[in-house]
């Protein structure tokens, strides 16, 4: 484990992408090259409709790599089989905005769910999924419904679960983006001391400006480029 330390989990080199044919055809992201590193919350800031979302379902292996490099847990994706995108995708944690839990499922059992492909002994799932609700604050929460909590407790399940078959890869887009202020801290915070326990690796998008001091690292996408961006330039 003590290898991966620091290593580079995600590297682009001029990564570009458009949608859409012909006249149509518009051009989002025009050469990116940047990396993220084992052990760190790295965050992508940038303005509404500047490729955030776009760039992470690239990295996720959910869209295919039109044009330049872009290796993911040391598999280039560019051009690569399905077989091989599909065992990326197995190493990757999703957590978007919309948390998508289970409605009918107790927040346990949400967590349980995933777990299920990965650990066929039912008491160790168990234990498994409270371990991982008890990190993430919600100890206290494991027999309520979803709808029984705050938007803040609901994000926070949301993350256990995607941690749960231990992802070397967390791709989160705008996980914030229903929460007050002080909730958003707390879920970036919780994000990064998880990752750098585990060294495994976040990539956070978000056009949220107040979570720039969370962050071990920030780049900033703008105009379909990205630039390595210091917190002092927010004040
Ligand atoms: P962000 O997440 O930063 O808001 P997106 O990656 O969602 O940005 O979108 C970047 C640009 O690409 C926007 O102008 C958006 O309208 C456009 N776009 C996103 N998805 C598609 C799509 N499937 N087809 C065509 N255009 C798209
Ligand atoms: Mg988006």
Not at 15 to 32: N, T
Not at 82 to 89: Q, S, T
Not at 193 to 212: K, W
Request: with cysteine; proline share 3%; aromatic share 4%.
């Amino acid at each position: 484990m003590g290898d991966s330390v620091g290593s580079s989990v995600i590297v682009t080199s001029a990564l570009r992408h458009s949608y859409g044919e012909g006249e149509l055809r518009s051009q989002i992201l025009h050469g990116l090259d940047f990396e993220v590193k084992a052990g760190e919350i790295t965050l992508l800031v940038g303005p509404s409709g500047s490729g955030k979302s776009t760039l992470l379902t690239l990295v996720g292996a959910l869209r295919s790599v039109q044009e330049g490099s872009l290796q993911v847990l040391g598999q280039e994706l560019q051009g690569a089989s399905e077989p091989a995108l599909k065992a990326v995708r197995r190493r990757i944690g999703f957590i978007f905005q919309s948390h998508n839990l289970v409605a009918s499922l107790t927040v346990l059992q949400n967590v349980q769910l995933v777990l299920q492909l990965s650990e066929r002994n039912g008491r160790r799932r168990e234990e498994r999924a409270i371990e991982l609700l008890e990190a993430v604050g919600l100890g206290h929460r494991l027999h309520h419904y979803p709808d029984e909590l705050s938007g803040g407790q609901r994000q926070r399940v949301a993350i256990a679960r995607a941690l749960a078959p231990e992802p070397e890869l967390i791709l989160a887009d705008e996980p914030t983006a229903s929460l007050d202020s002080q909730s958003g801290r707390d879920v970036v915070e919780l994000l990064g001391s998880l990752c750098r326990r585990r060294q495994s690796a976040v990539l956070l998008v978000t056009h949220d400006l107040r979570l720039l001091n969370d962050a071990d690292r920030i780049w900033r996408i703008e105009d379909g480029r990205v630039y390595p961006w210091q917190p002092e330039q927010a004040a």
